[in-house]
């Protein structure tokens, strides 16, 4: 074995070793088996002395005494050196140790995740699920904390002070309140409420709800019966199908509208309500009229559709008066596509830049509802190209993108084929990490990663935007490359958050695009069949790519202009 | 799952029908690890050059090691040690990766392909660590005292060459080339002794 290597291999195990020299240790210990046999052996030695260093203190007390004269020391450490059985000492260490471990490590692997008194799933885990071996190997299980969903919306307005949620939030347990519009809410066990505002709520469980004051319909079916509603001193348990509710300061009513609900607590304990039935269950008994002009369903569900049509609408005028400004590089307005073959590129710089649909593209419905039109690239062939020759002084990158999941460890917005010099790179890691990067230098080998033929690029990541509770939502992602103000900013809905310097070693001025793809990856390795699997588990419904860097007022303004609706 | 097991882990992994079944089995698997932790460690450590993390992957380990223990079926009485250590590691190297990609954000990680090299010649000989001990220690003695006082102080716990050069004032590159030196003579008589035993 050279003196080199060896030199290098002990550099490694001090750890004192450059990363060019620990590049070349690794490119030798993969190539050359004896190599490998001398790092084992190293290290090895390595382990020994440490194990007999250590288990001498004897020598090490007497040593630290003498340390300020080392080499006159000529006393012999003979039994010092733990030359007497540190195998015999060492099993009882370890019989002790290992049964410790084993019960305490077990325990605290668990009552790390079921410590959380607020969490219902986690509290029922027995201990015994400890030693369950098929639960090892898997990632610890995502947990939601939660009882229904908003899963629809009119209009709403959001009391002051009272925590806002958007469609498609999970709602935890607590207080729901808003002043106006319409809320639809899907508790877990199958019931649904529409409640009329203003109205506040309480959500206590998966199966029961307190109304503190508002006007709202319940319907339970089958799988939900059993469902409670409290307001005032009475629990309404549901039996049948349908029944509404209306609780102010001073009065509390109940009708039924199909089916049967039993009451308990308060002045009527014990009374069962059926079809056309209607009780007070606070205050003045006198008005008997129904409860009328309650929003059900279909109610909802038609303002909505007019809501989201005019909003649909709006967005159409902004996205015109957008696809005239000059700074695009390429404009897609999917949202308002007609063809299933491609998407036109709406800014001035014309159909050369048209996106064409490839492999298992499909259209579903875009952030306006049916009416508009997303494209999903769920499956991996799935692909939007485009070629969008040129050179560039600047980027600004924003989309609308429903993100169902995070599958893939490296998950596509926009990226450059080759990502060859001055191209860029748009993704979302796993972690929930908005990457943005441009390649410096596609020289194989100038980069500074560990693969011999890395190239030199620079990643821009945000903090995790993305978690599973975001999972369907729509939001709007802007990522902004500024070579001359030296700065990448990265945006969500509307929002900046990141902002990094360009530093002077990943400084690129001309900014190129070329062959690239919308939602996936397309031909990262030229000269293979092989590609990395980098498709969207999720759908794109906008893309615009523009020459210049937008302000965050910029952002902003295209995320205000383009919200759907109940945002 | 028998329902009433106990909570504890030892008592409740499954398939084992009587409580003095599962005690046996129990004490039979710590005995097995206490034996062999050493090898198993020693595999370990060599796939993670700075030596972070080893006592984080050695007690994911033990603990998979437990809860797999089911499946863990020698042939004989005989092989049992042997296959378990090569079980074990099989285990170990796994944890490895998986401690890296988690936290393994250092310098000093190997990529992947030097971890699966490395791991593949390290299981050729797992059971050598007895005899490389010894070789070890027979070597050390065959060195003056102070030689092997410093090369042992620069492996004792807390200490560096580094921090040893400053308290000696000797300057760190000649340290350096002096321990390595040791290293190297300790090395050679190590190789040397276990071809001689053959």
Known sequence: MDDHLRNLIFQALDQTISDDDFERLQDALEQHEDVRIEYLRSVGLYESLTEIAAESDELVDRDRSTREAPAQGTSAPTRGVGLDDPAAWGWQRWAIAASILLLASGAAYWFGRINDPSDPIAVDLRPQQVVQPEQVDEPAESLLAGHATLSRSVDLRWSNGSVMYREGDVLPNGRLRFDAGVAEIDFFCGATLIVDGPAELDVESDWSVRVIRGRLRASVPPAARGFIVKAADSEIIDLGTEFAVEVSPDRARVEVIDGEVELRGGRNHGDHLVTGQRQWLKGSQSDSESLEGLSTVRDLQRRREDAQAQQFQQWKTHSQQLSEDPRLIAYYPIAQSQSDRFIPNRAATGSQRDGILVGPVTPADGRFGPASTGLEFDRPGARVRTRIDGEFAAFTFACWVRIDSLEHRYNSLFMGDGYENGEPHWQIHEDGRMMFSIMVDDTPGSGLGPAEDARLHRIYYTDPIWDVSKSGKWLHLAAVYDPQGRQVNQFVNGEQVSSEPIVDQFHVQTLRIGTAEIGNWGQPLRDSPWFAVRNLNGAIDELAIFDVALTPHDIQSLYEQGKPLGY | ?198
């Open chain 2, 1 to 198: 799952m028998n329902p009433s097991a106990q909570p504890n882990p030892e008592t409740s992994s499954a398939d084992q029908t009587t409580p003095s079944a599962r005690e046996a089995r129990y004490s039979e698997f710590v005995s097995l690890l206490a034996r062999h932790d050493q090898s198993i460690r020693r595999f370990a450590r060599s796939l993670l050059p700075s030596g972070q993390g080893v006592d984080d992957v050695m007690q994911e380990t033990a603990l998979e090691c437990w809860k797999k223990y089911e499946s863990f079926t020698p042939e004989t009485a005989e092989d049992a040690a042997e296959e378990f250590i090569r079980w074990a590691c099989v285990i170990a190297r796994y944890k490895v990766l998986s401690w890296q990609r988690d936290r393994g954000r250092d310098r000093l990680v190997f990529r992947e392909g030097v971890i699966e090299q490395l791991a593949q010649t390290a299981m050729r000989d797992l059971s050598q660590r007895e005899r490389e001990r010894n070789a070890i220690e027979a070597c050390l003695k065959e060195l003056e005292d102070r030689e092997r006082r410093l090369v042992l102080s620069v492996h004792a716990p807390g200490e560096s060459v580094a921090k040893i050069a400053e308290e000696t004032g000797i300057k760190v590159r000649r340290l350096y080339s002096k321990v390595n030196a040791l290293r190297k003579r300790l090395a050679d008589c190590v190789q040397l002794r276990l071809l001689e035993e053959g």
